[in-house]
């Protein structure tokens, strides 16, 4: 069964940092673009980046872009976004999701930027 | 960036009945490598994630019920649920992945009248 498992959400004042880390298995996930895709309180789905098969392409959307980092560790199974100088705009539940388009997601983590 | 616009906001239809959501594109996602339409659709319940329905425009992903239907290319799509049933309160998101960045249709909410 495929199963992906975000982590790493919580409370954080502006301008600080978390790192969201999403556990895949069940899938090889090496041979997989993988993204996150955000959701604002009761809002709709915001990509915020990807990054293919052995990180050898990365992209962002522009909102993020110099303060967002994808990553992966394919022997570890696990997708990362190392979030800095969080805004309160990027308050979110951040959902990864499998190739493309989205054909497997997480249960999301929930990232709270406020003072 | 491609814009994806849904119409209408939200609907209600009688069980049984059909609902049409329409999609439109700022340009077009067909690719013409392949000739194929960058489209998807997916539908997102109430605390849970979204839930992959449609690709490629109108293939149906696997599992899905066959009352679930898409259809267009270029620019307008359409999700068709042929008649509906209770299970499919929710909010369907149509999404172009033929260009970056990556971007979502803002949400049609299905519901019960």
């Known amino acids: 069964e495929v199963q992906l498992v975000e982590s790493g959400g919580g409370l954080v004042q502006p301008g600080g940092s978390l790192r969201l880390s999403c556990a895949a298995s069940g899938f090889s996930f090496s041979r997989y673009w993988m993204s996150w895709v955000r959701q604002a309180p009761g809002k709709g789905l915001e990509w915020v980046a990807n990054?293919?098969?052995?990180?050898?392409?990365?992209y962002y959307v522009d909102s993020v872009k110099g303060r967002f980092t994808i990553s992966r560790d394919d022997a570890k199974n696990s997708l990362y976004l190392q979030m800095n100088s969080l805004r309160a705009e990027d308050t979110a539940v951040y959902y990864c999701?499998?190739?493309?388009?989205?054909?497997?997601w997480g249960q999301g983590t929930l990232v709270t930027v406020s003072s | 960036d491609i814009v994806m616009t849904q119409s209408p906001d939200s609907l209600a239809v009688s069980l049984g009945e059909r609902a049409t959501i329409n999609c439109k594109s700022s340009q077009s996602v067909l690719y013409s490598s392949n000739n194929k339409d960058y489209l998807a659709w997916y539908q997102q319940k109430p605390g849970q994630p979204p839930k992959l329905l449609i690709y490629?425009?109108?293939t149906r992903e696997s599992g899905v019920p066959a009352r679930f239907s898409g259809s267009g290319s270029g620019t307008d799509f359409t999700l068709t649920i042929s008649s509906l049933q209770a299970e499919d309160v929710a909010v369907y998101y149509c999404?172009?992945?033929?260009?970056?960045?990556?971007?979502f249709g803002g949400g049609t909410k299905v519901e019960i009248k």
């Open positions: 999404h172009q992945y033929v260009s970056i960045p990556l971007t």
């Open positions: 490629w425009a109108s």
């Open positions: 999701a499998r190739d493309l388009p989205f054909d497997q």
């Open positions: 990054i293919k098969q052995i990180g050898s392409e990365i």
